[in-house]
């Protein structure tokens, strides 16, 4: 009985140093594995420090080390045309929102969609080309994604210009949503974007514009799966507007029909539970 366990035990250990150099390889190529195969084997000795509890590889360690000892290169000598593949199997509209949020803070605006695809399974593929002198960190990229409680399960490098990340986004939420509170007044500053919030339990928002600003209501309510429930738009100028909450709405945005300069001094809102 404890030679068979000590068989299973080996063999999971032997698994998994073959995973882990599988998702170095794909990487940073399998000619810079052969030929840092030494120092390799050396900063993934432990190989366990690398997998969470489900036996995930845990991408930012891992990418961590690499990036630390000179294996990860990502510049170009020249500005090259970039191409990302990002593959996520749930939630298809707000793993969108999520990884183009993730973009944004890292600084990419600018980029071109080749490839949008929806299945009716709920999966979603999504291709972008970029003009640029390095590819994206994805180290910093997946510690984007984890402050949306989001993770890459697969990143392979298919050449200098292709990459393909598999994304998990089962558990995750808008680290920029704000969160408001019942009866709580939220002063919201000016916005270098639209406004987005998240509520629960509400029947009421009251919105009140700043003295100076000349507010166009542009609402619109989303359910959990960022799905649009309703849209307002107001062609008139508002001071304060109260708005009715549709049900099954989770999120919500604010914006101003025709520019953010129109709420430059900002917003306060109110929410009344239902």
């Known amino acids: 009985m404890i030679k068979k366990l000590l068989l299973i035990f080996t063999c999971a250990i032997v698994l998994n140093a073959n995973n882990l150099n599988e998702k170095i390889i794909h990487l940073i190529g399998n000619n810079k594995f052969v030929e840092n195969k030494g120092l390799i084997n050396y900063l993934f000795s432990k190989q366990d420090i690398y997998y969470d509890v489900n036996g995930n590889v845990k991408y930012v360690d891992l990418l961590n080390t690499l990036q630390e000892n000179g294996l990860l290169h990502l510049g170009f000598s020249k500005p090259e045309d970039l191409t990302i593949t990002f593959n996520i199997n749930y939630d298809p509209i707000k793993s969108l929102k999520i990884i183009s949020d993730s973009l944004k803070s890292l600084g990419y605006y600018h980029y071109f969609t080749k490839k ?151 917003l306060s809102v109110t929410i009344k539970e239902k």
């Open 116 to 266: 949008l695809l929806y299945t009716k399974e709920g999966s979603l593929q999504w291709v972008i080309n970029l003009k640029t002198e390095a590819a994206i960190d994805p180290l910093m990229l997946s510690k984007e994604f984890e402050k949306h409680k989001t993770k890459p399960t697969d990143i392979i490098k298919e050449g200098q210009l292709t990459w393909v990340y598999d994304v998990d986004t089962s558990l995750s939420t808008f680290n920029d949503a704000k969160s408001l509170v019942s009866g709580e007044e939220i002063d919201l500053k000016k916005p270098l974007r639209p406004y987005f919030l998240k509520v629960s339990s509400a029947n009421k928002i009251l919105i009140n514009s700043k003295f100076g600003n000349r507010w166009f209501p542009h609402i619109v309510f989303y359910d959990r799966h960022l799905t649009i429930v309703e849209v307002i738009k107001k062609e008139q100028r508002h001071q304060k507007l109260e708005v009715e909450v549709p049900q099954y709405t989770r999120y919500m945005k604010i914006d101003d029909l025709f520019t953010l300069a129109n709420i430059k001094r900002g």
